[in-house]
């Protein structure tokens, strides 16, 4: 149960570090960035909260957010097999579609 | 403990960084960079020593090279089969050929070196899950930004470099087209 807590919490953090990574990198002058910034910074607050209840006691914050991001990173890779099964029924299907 | 573990998250965010920079539209500039971004981003996170990574990292790390043997080869062979499939009556079978053999090799490399059912299932359900809420709250912020009032500061116009930039990016691609 602890596991998929850190888990979840770790996603959590893992979206809102996308999403900040994501403003960075894409950023023009005319973008409305500081709503989008303050709501992920909350989400990685609440996301690092619950990591910190369901972690070990004595824990800084960076080593349980590492921990619980870690989990998310391996849930995620895990779900790739999925995902390329998925595209290879699309490739099929383009490389069959009649003319 | 050692800063090593720095390295393998500095990858990944780079990864991000890059395909961030090279799937977008308006920064020309920086997109040039994007994808060279990524794959060094790639770089130094598969080749991050095991040393000063916690547990958990160890296993993402660990998970993370597995996957790039199959993933690897299988994004290049849906590439070249995407480039081969049938398009307006034109066909290219060999490249088509091609493309699906190295899928399928990745398919082999996925099945008989990736061990495939010893993830969890619904660790993964539960990545997804949080992934997609951020996602929903994301989209929130975006659709509550968009539908604020907007100002009454007047947008300058371009500028005589941003002209010269804009026409010339139009040219190309109109040249591109005519051929």
């Given at each position: 149960m602890v596991e998929f807590l850190l888990t979840f919490s770790g996603s959590l953090m893992l979206g809102a570090l996308l999403v900040l990574i994501n403003i960075k990198a894409a950023y023009h002058p005319y973008h409305k960035t500081v709503p989008l910034i303050f709501s992920s910074l909350l989400i990685l607050g609440f996301g690092l909260y619950m990591s910190m209840i369901a972690s070990l006691e004595g824990e800084t914050a960076i080593t349980t957010m590492r921990q619980a991001t870690s989990l998310a990173v391996n849930g995620l890779l895990s779900t790739f097999p999925v995902f390329f099964a998925l595209v290879t029924l699309m490739m099929l299907r383009i490389s069959v579609r009649p003319q | 403990m050692t800063g090593w573990w720095?390295?393998?998250?500095?990858?990944?965010?780079?990864?991000?960084?890059?395909?961030?920079?090279?799937?977008?539209?308006?920064?020309?500039?920086?997109?040039?960079?994007?994808?060279?971004?990524?794959?060094?981003?790639?770089?130094?996170?598969?080749?991050?020593?095991?040393?000063?990574?916690?547990?958990?990292?160890?296993?993402?790390?660990?998970?993370?090279?597995?996957?790039?043997?199959?993933?690897?080869?299988?994004?290049?062979?849906?590439?070249?089969?995407?480039?081969?499939?049938?398009?307006?009556?034109?066909?290219?079978?060999?490249?088509?050929?091609?493309?699906?053999?190295?899928?399928?090799?990745?398919?082999?490399?996925?099945?008989?070196?990736?061990?495939l059912f010893g993830h969890d299932v619904v660790s993964g359900v539960i990545t997804i899950v949080g992934l997609i809420i951020v996602f929903i709250a994301h989209m929130f912020t975006i659709r509550m930004v968009e539908s604020l009032p907007r100002s009454n500061e007047t947008i300058l116009p371009l500028s005589e470099i941003e002209k010269t930039y804009v026409a010339s990016v139009l040219n190309r691609h109109l040249e591109d087209r005519g051929d």
């Open positions: - | 720095l390295q393998w998250w500095i990858g990944l965010f780079l990864m991000v960084s890059g395909f961030s920079m090279g799937r977008m539209g308006p920064a020309f500039s920086r997109a040039k960079i994007g994808y060279p971004l990524a794959l060094f981003g790639l770089g130094l996170a598969f080749f991050s020593p095991e040393e000063g990574l916690i547990s958990n990292e160890q296993i993402a790390s660990e998970t993370m090279r597995q996957t790039l043997y199959w993933a690897v080869p299988g994004l290049f062979g849906c590439f070249i089969v995407a480039r081969g499939a049938p398009i307006y009556n034109v066909t290219r079978p060999t490249i088509l050929a091609i493309g699906w053999a190295i899928l399928i090799f990745s398919w082999y490399v996925l099945l008989t070196h990736y061990d």
